[in-house]
Structures are given as structure tokens and as C-alpha cells.
């Protein structure tokens, strides 16, 4: 079996007496679509936390493709492809759609640095992120300030930020959060058709979505992973259903 | 080639293009020559004020980082420029470059503690830096004048050929040219990728590492940019009045530019400048009334424009506009 894109080896992560990581081991194989479900509190925000080097794990190791990134600082994680997006707006609201995924785009490029040219001189970036608004059908607004966005397209911006810079590995955390039902799956429908070169991982809460979208699902509560399958697995396994309705859980 | 450029190029374009009122504007700064020939000392001080405040912008106003000590730069560009013209090397250009180099080197080294905090803990942080280089400037009087101020700055003419007089016109136009120039710099950066990915860590400084941007390396270029830009202005000061004060380095001074920079508007490249025009034609006719209170009405105005005003003069004026722009 080849290398997986993203695995974990014993993520230990605690906040006090708090264990929110629990021996998390992920492997997410290359271009595969993977949910990230879980009752509320359950770690799946942290382990994205964890897994992007916002925060730093206890305990573990974190390794995308070959590459041991544990040590790495969150835009160096970047820089190798490791790229995530966020469950509350964090966008950049007086710039407009087109300066902030160029902005992404040139940091990328190695341009963000240089201030003795104007940024229109750089029309390869420029260029490649206006197409990116294009494919998520953001190019008529682009020229606004994010902050006068309607709140669907700046979720699509998010997503836009995190293609702007090329991930290899892509984690988003509810991109659908606060859309209406309707629109989520059209939200979704984008998300699906990004390349298969890139490997998702999704924290979703609609199960709906979750069972259309992804190929796999991994299921979380109280920091460790519970269980890890198919769709159809996942939706015949007692301990999920007990995790999500049956209150109590067995130590 | 306007032609060959595409649609989001061209409207990236229009947005950095030399506005009219821009050029009219730096027309209307040489009227000091001819309609107030008697204040062009005033003038000069003004000029040299909206560089410093001008540098501040580039901080404050674009990358968002606040500082209560930038008097720290400008008064060690002062003094290197005082001091190489009292040991006998009085020439203003290479004095101004040396200035630059010595406030760019003390930026440089500080800017690795700035770019480590943010808000209150770089406020205060900053704060105290100036306080330790002026308190340090205080107590090195053998070397400074300490309190007495720098005594024995002789400058030679500018060029060779114009003499800084009690009337100001070599000074003001040498600072003149001087604020045009860095105004020049501070534009095409602000318009650049670089300026760019300032306003970023401005707008969301969660969001910068999530792009793969290294904030704190931009952080430290842009801090040394402006420490270099403010010891310019300090510099300026020190050769067109030979003389330096502590008060270069004070607290008031940083305070002061601050006060400027709000007044005028941040993140607007004209707001030092504009500011720097109102505080200190204010401070000039208010002191002229009652020496001892005209804070009192710098402190009404700024609560004015604080409160009906919050993106200063310029925002205000800005907002005028397109509300007219609308309603025609």
C-alpha cells in the first residue's frame, strides 16, 4: 500500500485535567474524501487544531506523505500542502475577494515579500486568482470588500483562500456552517468537484451531506476516534448510534 | 499597455492610479514659497512631521501594529545626524544617509521583539523602548548635552550651495523634497504584494499562517522600512534647526504622531501628512493665543474626530465624496 497523504501516530493533547486527543491515529489515503463526525465537544476541531499546528499536541507524531511535520510552525505546514479552512469566518474583511486570494496566491509564489514593484505588474498571480474565483463563481463579486459578501459566498471564499494555495491535503471544519439546508449541498457539489489530487477531510454535522459526500467517515467522541468505515458500516454500527443518541457512554 | 491588461488586472490598476486631487495636492506645497514666505520654518517642521508621521502609517495604518515609542527612531536618527555634523562632518545628504542607517539598524534589531506581540503587551512594550533610549540619551549627557540639548551642529550648505537660514527656504525645501521622495517609497510599497500582505496581517492576523505567510518576517521588514523612514525625519529636523533636544526622543513625541496620524486618517498614506498640516498650523495659532492650553483644544478636536469621524479627516472626507458621488 502506498504512503497515506496524512497520518497521525498517537496525538495526545490535554487542556488540564480536559483530554481533548486521545492516541488519535489517522491515515487518509491519497485524493480520498473523508467526513470527520462526532457529538459536540467531541475533538474534531481540535484535532484539526492539532493536525495544522495551531495547537501543539502532548504527546505524537503528525506526518503528511513521508515528511514527520510535527515541529513545523503552521505556515511552513502550509508551504508543504497541508491546508485548512475555518468553521467561523476568518477572512480578511476590508480586502476585497481578488486581493485576498491573490494575497494567497503571492505568498505562495514567493512574491509576498517584494515591495518594489505594484502588485498589478504580477498578472501571473493576479491571473491565477481571478481563475480561482472563476471556478468557485465568485468572479462577479470579487471586486467588493469581503466584509459586503453575502455570508454563502464568503464561505466560498474560505474555501477559495485554501485552493489559492495549493493544498495536497485539505481539512475543512463545516464548511457548510451557518448556510441554509438548500445551499449546503450546493456548497458541497464545489467541494466534491475539487481535484482528486487533493485529500479532504470534512467535519460535517448533516448527516445527509455526510452520507452523499464522503467515502469514508470517521466517527469521534471524548478525544479518540471510535471507529472508522464506510458509509454503509457507519450507519449499521451500535456504537456510533449510541454515541449520538444513547447519552451515557461506557468507559 | 493599458490594452493588454485583463479586467482584474485593470481594476487593480485603478486603484493605485495618481488620483487629480493626489497631484494637486503636491502642487499646492510649494504655495508656502510665495503666499507665506514668512513661515516656511513653520512649513519645514511640518513636512518633517508628516514623514515621521507618514512612517508610523506605514506600521499603524497598514500592518496594524501600534506603537507608543516611535520617538525612539526618530530621535536616534536626530542625534546620529547632530553628532557626525559636530565632529566636523557637516554635509546634510551623507549625514541624512548615515541617520537613516543607524535608526534602520536599531529598528532592525527591536523589530524581533515587536514582531513577537501584538495589542497591549506591544503597546507596552514599545512604550518602554522609548522610554529606555530617551532616559539612556538623558543620562549620556557628555555625549548628548543631556537636558541642554545638543549644542555645536554646524551644517555646511546644502549641495554646496544653499545655506539653512533663519528663514527656512533651504529647509523647507529640502524637506520638501525629502517627504516627496519618501512618499514616493511609501506608495509603491503600500501598492505592492508586499503592502498587500501588510494589510493582510492588519485585517486578520489568525488567517496570515493559514495562507502560509510568515507574518512575523514581514512584520520585522516593514518595522526596519519605517524606523529608517522616521530616522529621516529626525535627521532632517536635527540639520535644518542645528540643534537636538531630548524632547526628540520623549514620550510627547511619540504621543504627538500618534495624535497626528488618528487626526489626519490611518491607512490613507495622506492622513500623517494632513494631519501633520492641521496639529501644527493649530498648535502655532493656538499657542499664539494662550501658550499654556492649547492642548486643550488638540484635545477637543481629537475627541471630535474620534467620535463623528473615526477614520480621521481623510475617511470623513472620503465618505463625503461618495456620498455625493451617489447622489448625483
Known amino acids: 500500500m502506498s504512503v497515506p497523504a496524512l497520518a497521525t501516530r498517537g496525538l495526545d ?116 486568482a481571478y481563475a480561482i474565483l472563476v471556478s468557485l463563481r465568485l468572479a462577479a463579486s470579487c471586486y467588493r470588500p469581503t466584509r459586503e459578501l453575502a455570508y454563502g459566498q464568503q464561505r466560498l471564499l474560505e474555501i477559495a ?64 476516534i471510535l471507529v472508522e468505515g464506510t458509509p454503509e458500516e457507519i450507519a449499521a454500527d451500535a456504537r456510533v448510534r449510541e454515541v449520538y443518541l444513547g447519552g451515557t457512554r461506557r468507559g | 499597455m493599458a490594452s493588454t491588461l485583463s479586467e482584474p488586472q485593470r481594476h487593480l490598476e485603478a486603484q493605485i492610479r495618481w488620483h487629480p486631487l493626489e497631484i494637486a495636492f ?42 507608543l515609542g516611535h520617538a525612539a527612531y526618530f530621535g536616534f536618527g536626530s542625534y546620529t545626524a547632530g553628532l557626525i555634523a559636530k565632529w566636523g562632518w557637516g554635509e546634510p545628504l551623507t549625514g541624512l544617509l548615515i541617520a537613516a542607517a543607524a535608526a534602520g539598524a536599531l529598528g ?66 529640502y524637506s520638501l523634497i525629502v517627504l516627496f521622495l519618501g512618499f514616493l517609497l511609501a506608495r509603491r510599497l503600500i501598492n505592492s504584494p508586499f503592502g498587500l500582505a501588510l494589510r493582510g496581517i492588519r485585517e486578520n492576523a489568525v488567517r496570515m499562517p493559514a495562507i502560509g505567510a510568515a507574518s512575523p518576517a514581514h512584520i520585522r521588514k516593514v518595522f526596519t522600512i519605517a524606523a529608517v523612514m522616521a530616522g529621516i525625519a529626525g535627521a532632517l529636523l536635527a540639520q535644518t534647526t542645528e540643534t537636538v533636544s531630548l524632547e526628540t526622543l520623549s514620550f510627547q513625541r511619540s504621543a504627538d504622531v500618534l495624535v497626528i496620524l488618528i487626526l489626519g486618517g490611518a491607512g490613507r498614506l495622506y492622513g500623517g501628512i494632513i494631519g501633520a498640516i492641521i496639529y501644527m498650523v493649530a498648535r502655532d495659532q493656538f499657542s499664539g493665543i494662550n501658550p499654556q492650553y492649547w492642548y486643550f483644544w488638540i484635545g477637543m478636536l481629537l475627541i471630535a474626530v474620534v467620535m463623528f469621524l473615526p477614520n480621521g479627516i481623510l475617511g470623513g472626507m472620503a465618505r463625503l465624496v461618495r456620498l455625493e458621488g451617489r447622489a448625483a
Request: aromatic share 10%; charged share 15%.
Open chain 1, 161 to 224: 483562500l485554501a485552493l489559492a494555495t495549493r493544498p495536497r491535503v485539505l481539512l475543512l471544519d463545516e464548511p457548510a456552517a451557518g448556510v441554509p439546508q438548500g445551499e449546503s449541498a450546493e456548497l458541497f457539489s464545489v467541494i466534491s468537484a475539487l481535484s482528486r489530487d487533493i485529500t479532504l477531510l470534512f467535519i460535517e454535522h448533516d448527516m445527509n451531506v455526510v452520507f452523499r459526500f464522503a467515502r469514508r467517515i470517521i466517527v469521534m467522541a471524548a478525544g479518540r
Open chain 1, 13 to 128: 493533547k490535554s487542556f488540564g485535567s480536559l483530554a481533548v486527543a486521545r492516541g488519535v491515529e489517522l491515515a487518509l489515503p491519497q485524493g480520498e474524501r473523508y467526513a470527520l463526525i462526532g457529538p459536540n465537544g467531541a475533538g474534531k476541531t481540535t484535532l484539526i487544531n492539532l493536525i495544522t499546528g495551531m495547537l501543539k499536541p502532548d504527546r505524537g507524531q503528525i506526518f503528511l506523505g513521508d515528511t514527520d511535520i510535527t515541529a513545523l510552525r503552521p505556515e511552513a505546514r502550509v508551504k508543504c500542502g497541508l491546508v485548512r479552512t475555518f468553521q467561523i469566518n476568518t477572512l480578511f474583511p476590508r480586502l476585497s475577494a481578488l486581493e485576498a486570494v491573490t494575497l494567497a496566491v503571492c505568498e505562495r509564489r514567493g512574491y509576498a515579500g517584494s515591495w518594489w514593484r505594484e502588485l498589478p505588474a504580477y498578472d501571473d498571480a493576479v491571473e491565477e
Open chain 2, 108 to 173: 532592525y534589531a527591536t523589530s524581533f521583539i515587536i514582531a513577537r506581540f501584538r495589542h497591549l503587551a506591544l503597546i507596552m512594550i514599545t512604550l518602554g523602548l522609548g522610554l529606555l533610549l530617551a532616559e539612556a540619551a538623558n543620562s549620556a549627557g557628555w555625549l548628548t548635552g543631556g537636558a541642554d540639548g545638543l549644542q555645536g551642529v554646524r551644517m555646511w550648505k546644502l549641495l554646496g550651495l544653499f545655506q539653512f537660514d533663519l528663514y527656512g527656504t533651504a529647509a523647507y525645501t
Open chain 2, 26 to 67: 503636491w502642487l499646492a506645497t510649494l504655495l508656502p514659497f510665495v503666499l507665506t514666505p514668512n513661515y516656511l520654518v513653520l512649513a519645514s517642521q511640518i513636512a518633517i512631521t508628516a514623514l515621521f508621521a507618514l512612517s508610523l502609517d506605514l506600521i499603524l495604518g497598514y500592518a496594524g501594529i501600534i506603537s
